[in-house]
Nanobody, 128 residues
Framework: EVQLVESGGGLVQAGGSLRLSCAAS????????VGWFRQAPGKEREGVSC????????YYADSVKGRFTISSDNARNTVYLQMNGLKPEDTAVYYC?????????????????????WGQGTQVTVSS
């Protein structure tokens, strides 16, 4: 059974930091791009960041470059997203997802696109 289990969301003040974790199981972790997309009320889904360990490919949305860092612990099949300098506009539900290519995170994500696997989501709220 494939599982992506997110943790680390919460409430933080603007300028603060959070670290999201995504523990994956049930598929060959190294062969997939794993990362986060986010969904805020009334806004389109946005691919935030992705990492594909097999070829060291990473992707960041322009809106998070220089503030967020994605990393992978292959021994634990876990991906982390370190989020620094958080802004109120980062408020959203963050979903961990896996797909064969990090290109699936590139903007714009096609409406209705379904990643191969995704988790239940974790809320990130940044207060001003």
């Amino acid at each position: 059974e494939v599982q992506l289990v997110e943790s680390g969301g919460g409430l933080v003040q603007a300028g603060g930091s959070l670290r999201l974790s995504c523990a994956a199981s049930g598929f060959t972790f190294d062969d997939y791009g794993v990362g986060w997309f986010r969904q805020a009320p009334g806004k389109e889904r946005e691919g935030v960041s992705c990492i594909r360990s097999s070829d060291d490919n990473t992707y960041y949305a322009d809106s998070v470059k220089g503030r967020f860092t994605i990393s992978s612990d292959n021994a634990r099949n876990t991906v982390y997203l370190q989020m620094n300098g958080l802004k109120p506009e980062d408020t959203a539900v963050y979903y961990c997802a896996a797909d064969l290519s990090c290109a699936s995170w590139y903007a714009p994500i096609p409406y209705g696109y379904e990643y191969d696997y995704w988790g239940q989501g974790t809320q990130v709220t940044v207060s001003s």
